[in-house]
Nanobody
Framework: QVQLVESGGGLVQPGESLRLSCLAS????????MGWYRQAPGKEREYVAR???????DYTDSVKDRFTISRDNAKNTVYLQMNSLKAEDTAVYYC???????????WGQGTQVNVSS
């Protein structure tokens, strides 16, 4: 088990940037796949991005070339740099962690991102 705490959400205008952070309660070195998901009002939670223990990244099509996921294992932190934000990026963003070999996914409490003019 790992506890996750997201931060960095807020209100921005279209075209602006935000960086979300996810602090894990224990070392995420080597053994954890970290990800970001989001849930917009009235919609199901959807996948945004993930980064593996080896540093490989993957993104959903709608955020490719705008969002960047990264991890700092020394700080037990995962980041989501979000550029060129759009109104449709408005959602609660959740950090996830899954240990290699496990089907259990740990979730943070979420951080709200609002993109509006």
């Amino acid at each position: 088990q790992v506890q996750l705490v997201e931060s960095g959400g807020g209100l921005v205008q279209p075209g602006e940037s935000l960086r979300l952070s996810c602090l894990a309660s224990r070392s995420i070195l080597n053994l954890w796949i970290m990800g970001w998901y989001r849930q917009a009002p009235g919609k199901e939670r959807e996948y945004v991005a993930r980064i593996t223990n080896s540093g490989s990244t993957d993104y959903t099509d709608s955020v490719k070339d705008r969002f960047t996921i990264s991890r700092d294992n020394a700080k037990n932190t995962v980041y989501l740099q979000m550029n060129s934000l759009k109104a449709e990026d408005t959602a609660v963003y959740y950090c996830s962690a899954r240990r290699l070999g496990s089907t259990v996914v740990n979730w943070g409490q979420g951080t709200q991102v609002n993109v509006s003019s």
